[in-house]
Nanobody, 119 residues
Framework: QVELVESGGGLVQAGGSLRLSCAASGRSISTYFMGWFRQAPGKEREFVVIGDRTYTYADSVKGRFTISRDKAKNTMYLQMNSLKPEDTAVYYC???????????????WGQGTQVTVSS
């Protein structure tokens, strides 16, 4: 079992930055593929970035968002720069056994954190 607890969401103006954290307990997230997903109001959940040592970013965030991991803290991060209003969503971290953009293949999820970008 892995428990994931997210933090770092909030309200930011367009062009600003936020860093989301996802602290894991129970097992090391190093044994899993990591992922960040998001869900905007009225839309399906979509992948933002997935991977382990190499990463796949959604085209919409490429060059602006960066995933990272601190093995010692068993925590992963999502650094979000140059934020846009269309980035507004609830963001979720997840870990799973497969390298996939499908959220169905991730076993453990954080509770979600709201990111709101004002124009």
């Amino acid at each position: 079992q892995v428990e994931l607890v997210e933090s770092g969401g909030g309200l930011v103006q367009a062009g600003g930055s936020l860093r989301l954290s996802c602290a894991a307990s129970g097992r090391s997230i190093s044994t899993y593929f990591m992922g960040w997903f998001r869900q905007a109001p009225g839309k399906e959940r979509e992948f933002v970035v997935i991977g382990d040592r190499t990463y796949t970013y959604a085209d919409s965030v490429k060059g602006r968002f960066t995933i990272s991991r601190d093995k010692a803290k068993n925590t992963m991060y999502l650094q979000m720069n140059s934020l846009k209003p269309e980035d507004t969503a609830v963001y979720y971290c997840a870990v799973g056994q497969f390298y996939s953009t499908s959220d169905r293949l991730y076993d453990y999820w954080g509770q979600g954190t709201q990111v709101t970008v004002s124009s």
